[in-house]
Nanobody, 125 residues
């Protein structure tokens, strides 16, 4: 059973860069059958998909966040990571990593089959 676990600081100051990691166990992030997403939920708002990294390191971003978002993976650690720059209090949210279905071409289908438990990030001075 594939499990995901987010990690990172719970408090980030405005204008700094938020950095989170997702460690995957029970499966490899190099699989061609899935991609790996970051999703967040701010208080009182709907889930917001942020971006996804595929098996060949192709990355798709939410256009509204693309200019501030970086996603990468470390296959030696079976981890993938998120960086969000120039954060503001509006970036305060529960951040999730998720295993994502892909089609035969490796493109994400935005169906999330496994989720981490989420990690709370607060942006405050």
């Amino acid at each position: 059973q594939v499990q995901l676990q987010e990690s990172g600081p719970g408090l980030v100051k405005p204008s700094q860069t938020l950095a989170l990691a997702c460690t995957v166990s029970g499966g490899s992030i190099t699989t061609r059958h899935h991609a790996w997403s970051w999703i967040r939920q701010s208080p009182g708002k709907a889930l917001e998909w942020m971006g996804v990294i595929g098996n060949d390191d192709r990355i798709w971003f939410n256009p509204s966040l693309k200019s501030r978002t970086s996603i990468s993976r470390d296959t030696s650690k079976n981890q993938f990571s998120l960086e969000l720059s120039s954060v503001t209090p509006e970036d305060t949210a529960l951040y999730y990593c998720a295993r994502t279905e892909v089609n035969i071409d490796g493109n994400p289908l935005y169906r999330f089959v496994s989720w981490g438990q989420g990690t709370q990030v607060t942006v405050s001075s």
